[in-house]
T-cell receptor, first 114, second 114 residues
Framework: EAGVVQSPRYKIIEKKQPVAFWCNPI?????LYWYRQNLGQGPELLIR????????DSQLPKDRFSAERLKGVDSTLKIQPAELGDSAVYLC????????????FGSGTQLSVL | AQSVTQLDSQVPVFEEAPVELRCNYS??????LFWYVQYPNQGLQLLLK??????LVKGINGFEAEFNKSQTSFHLRKPSVHISDTAEYFC????????????FGTGTRLTVIP
């Protein structure tokens, strides 16, 4: 069974440029999460989808970040424009279970903003 | 709101020695507790979780953890570590009554020394 697939694996951009990350969750997983992991920190939730609906985006900086999950399958996270402080690893995860369920994580996209 | 504290950022231990990674949490509501492991260049994987019942939980790769409600702790243990256990370990909590959003600690880097 294929796991959560993220691309690209690495991305280097200059500040003020746009960037997009893509995630394909495990087939059949209705819940999709985007996390951000700063260096030396644990992952922090940005947004959670139930199918195509964003049910929790309270931690998403909406002035520059946007996300979509068309058709309730794969998802895209965008930053426009990127700032130096956005350098981090962006993780996607998916889950089939409800509360207390296991999350399956992708390998992440490491973003460096110069 | 929930928070997780992992007091030890780095734990070096010799091969075949026992290890304990500490985790304390804070929450105004009942929580589920998790330990995830992140091997180099891989996504986070679930080691074990506590939902209810027996406070001693056994996970994969010989790890176990004990939930202590009075001390609000969920320490991870292994009686004999292997080189392959070298990784970053994250403790996490989620609200029992809310969404399945995980709040992570800052992680503990376990290094097993030959």
């Amino acid at each position: 069974e294929a796991g959560v697939v993220q691309s690209p694996r690495y991305k280097i951009i200059e500040k003020k440029q746009p960037v997009a990350f893509w995630c394909n969750p495990i087939s059949g997983h209705n819940t999709l999460y985007w996390y951000r992991q700063n260096l030396g920190q644990g992952p922090e939730l940005l947004i959670r989808y139930e199918n195509e609906e964003a049910v929790d985006d309270s931690q998403l900086p909406k002035d520059r970040f946007s996300a979509e999950r068309l058709k309730g399958v794969d998802s895209t996270l965008k930053i426009q424009p990127a700032e130096l402080g956005d350098s981090a690893v962006y993780l996607c995860a998916s889950s089939l279970e409800g509360r207390g369920g296991k999350l399956f994580f992708g390998s992440g996209t490491q973003l460096s903003v110069l | 709101a929930q928070s997780v504290t992992q007091l030890d950022s780095q734990v070096p231990v010799f091969e075949e020695a026992p290890v304990e990674l500490r985790c304390n949490y804070s929450s105004s509501v009942s929580v589920y507790l998790f330990w995830y492991v992140q091997y180099p260049n891989q996504g986070l994987q679930l080691l074990l979780k506590y939902l209810s019942g027996s406070t001693l939980v056994k996970g994969i790769n010989g790890f176990e953890a004990e939930f202590n409600k009075s001390q609000t702790s969920f320490h991870l243990r292994k009686p004999s570590v292997h080189i392959s256990d070298t990784a970053e370990y994250f403790c996490a909590v989620s609200d029992q009554t809310g969404a399945n959003n995980l709040f992570f600690g800052t992680g503990t880097r376990l290094t097993v020394i030959p």
